[in-house]
């Protein structure tokens, strides 16, 4: 998960306006606020149209409104899945079907029921069966999904290769989420971008919260639970997502806030301060994430691999895992620590711990290219993420390790809701980014962020490179079964995008943080970093 926002502009003037929820008479409604929790983030929400986006300010709050047919275990995500509008499911022993048995009496928040038809709906939009979508970013990953039959409360899912347990896992991620067959079938007419519009204004799933408010321009959206959940009634009657971009801003909010708040995006140098609060629950974990500079390969000023392995030499990560407030760790492949894949012996060719003798190669390298002297742009989001809390100052000192290589090197900070959807144009040649599993499976990893499908890179694909032969062994290694096979495959996946494509240079993996006030219990965390208040009770002052 990543970041993909699009069409802010379109979205700025939308049919309610945050934090005025009407009565049924058009008044103002007052809210209680003893059952309102308020999340503050560092992220915004542009767009909530789950098959349209890999954006983690939009992720946020659609996996409060809507669900999905699995979803990984809160507890650990390395565990089986948990059903969930599935209420139980079955794999064919070759791995090339599965069929769900969909919950009953399950009901969408404008009123339509649940059933395997509505699954199927919502399955073929975001494989663009019928439908056509402004960007589809985890399209590839359900690329082996061929028929989809639907009969009452029975969906059958045919796949083109063994990889049921692959597909499971893909099902469980916030893309694969049911979407009202109401709402769906109204898009059907629209362009590609009023649908996206309307199924953002108009958000409805399964959840136990619905869409009340959402102000972009504002950054606010405001969510009321909804009474006819099938788990129950929550017991959180709003909640308030509210950007605080700024850093120290959002530190004091954390501190001096009334209400019942639950923070996301914790400033790093607060992490000892919040913990020791005695008012305050401050719950840390490795996250399956890795913050990586990505190296176009197709781009003019990196076309060429000499000059991209030389890139990946000069890095030292020590100076890079110094702005994260010891919360941070070198990390040297594009699959995060915490997966089995991950093997801390691989890395980039010539590599030696030696860095004046990495220096020494990379000029070697530079110079066999031609690029003595080349300027280049190190591209990067203002608003820090998970994985990278301080954006320009990561990126200078990368920028500082390459100027040694005698490369000259700019730093430039774009907003993410420009930056990212523009980075599937191939118009930057470096970009600081991140990104951290939606379903803990190393395929969520590999897909998405070095394959592609047709001859073409996947969205999130910032190398922009498609590579026939990644691409086989991407799909061999979801059909394998075995774990330490399928351990094995990946780790040979890693060492030749390293040699043949280095179209990226994993620099970190890192600890994420939540805080929230004690007042606030049995709120939900899972190791990917969702978290849902379906179950959470808010006591008494």
Known sequence: ??????????????????????????????????????????????????????????????????????????????????????????????GKSITFQIRKGVKFHDGADLDAVACKLSLDRLLERGFKLTVSPYGTMFGDLDGIEAKGHELTLTLKNPVAPVMLRSLSMFSGSIVSPKLLEATKTMKPEEAQVHVTQNAAGTGPFKLESFDPAAKVTRLKRFVGYWEGSPTVETIVFKQVADKAARGEYIKRAKGVILCDDVPRELWKELGSNED???????????????????????????????????????????????????????????????????????????????????????????????????????????????????????????KEIGLDVTVQGKDKNALFPEIETGKYELVLIGWTTDNGDPDNFYSPLADGAEGKASASNVSRVFDAKIHDQVMAARAVSDPQARIAAYRALEKDLQTRIAGYVPLVNTKTAVVYNKRLTKVEVDGVGHYRFHKAILSAK
């Open 1 to 94: 998960m990543r970041t993909r926002n699009l069409l802010p502009a379109l979205l700025l003037l939308l049919p309610f306006a945050a934090g005025c929820p009407q009565g049924e008479g058009g008044g103002i409604k007052k809210i209680d606020q003893s059952s309102l929790v308020e999340v503050i983030t560092s992220d915004d929400a542009k767009v909530l149209d789950p098959h349209t986006t890999s954006d983690g300010g939009n992720v946020k709050v659609i996996v409060q409104i809507y669900q999905t047919l699995v979803r990984v275990d809160p507890d650990d995500f390395k565990k089986a899945l948990r059903p969930e509008l599935a209420e139980s499911w079955t794999v064919a022993p070759d």
């Open 280 to 402: 305050l629950v401050l719950k840390t974990w490795w996250s399956p994430n890795v913050g990586y500079l990505g190296v176009s390969g197709i781009h003019e000023k990196t076309k060429e691999l000499p000059l991209r392995r030389a890139i990946a030499l000069a890095i030292e990560r020590g100076p890079v895992v110094a702005h994260y407030e010891d919360t941070a760790r070198p990390t040297f492949s594009l699959v995060a620590q915490v997966m089995a894949s991950y093997d801390a012996s691989i890395h980039c060719p010539d590599w030696d711990d030696d860095r004046a003798k990495r220096i020494a190669k990379a000029k070697e390298l530079v110079k066999e290219a031609g690029a003595e002297g080349r300027k280049l742009t190190i591209y990067h989001p203002n608003q820090a993420r998970p994985y990278l809390p301080a954006p320009s100052a990561i990126a200078d000192t990368i920028r500082n390790q390459l």
